[in-house]
Structure formats: C-alpha cells, structure tokens
C-alpha cells in the first residue's frame, strides 16, 4: 500500500473512518529529520498491508497540526478505531516505529 496524503478534506474517511491502524506522519518540507524518516515511513507503508500509512504537511494544513497539538515535528501518530493510541516526537529508527504500531 502507498502513503495517503492526508488533509482537512479527507482525514475523517481515511483515518477516523479505517478499518485498520492508521500511522500518521506530521512533516514539513524544510525538516531534515522529517524527510530522513520520509523513505522509512513510505518503506513502512509498501511493506505493511495491515497498517495504512499518511502523511500530514503541518504548513499545509495548519487545522489537523492544531488538533494534533503538534509543537514539534517530526511526529508519528498511530490511530486505532479514531481514537489516538500513541505518539512520538523526533526521528526514529525504523524498527522503533515497528514498535508503537
């Protein structure tokens, strides 16, 4: 499966609507971590059919960075049944990001 590109339009059918976890990665384009952890998230995505994969450009839509209360990026939320399970700030190694989904 392909990373979703996640915005206001979309997120409630393709996240608060799925019927599987959902990982959420907030990024902008200027972070250098966001886009080391970019090739790990969408390597995520092509391997694991049982998650589904977005991603979230906080410039872009500055409503869902609110509702996240994102102050730091990169951060990665799993969200399971609409509810939020856990989130994680910073970059991560890609067996770290295994670990919380």
């Not at 910073?90 to 670990?99: D, T």
């Amino acid at each position: 499966m392909s990373v979703i590109k996640i915005s206001k339009e979309n997120f409630v059918s393709e996240v608060l609507h799925s019927d599987k976890p959902v990982l959420l990665d907030f990024y902008a384009d200027w972070c250098g971590p966001c886009r080391m952890m970019g090739p790990i998230v969408s390597e995520i995505a092509s391997e694991r059919s049982d998650v589904k994969v977005g991603k979230i450009n906080v410039d872009e839509q500055p409503e869902l960075a609110a509702q996240f209360q994102i102050m730091s990026i990169p951060m990665l939320a799993v969200i399971k049944n609409g509810k939020l399970e856990r989130r994680v700030v910073g970059y991560r190694p890609k067996k770290q990001i295994e670990v919380i989904l």
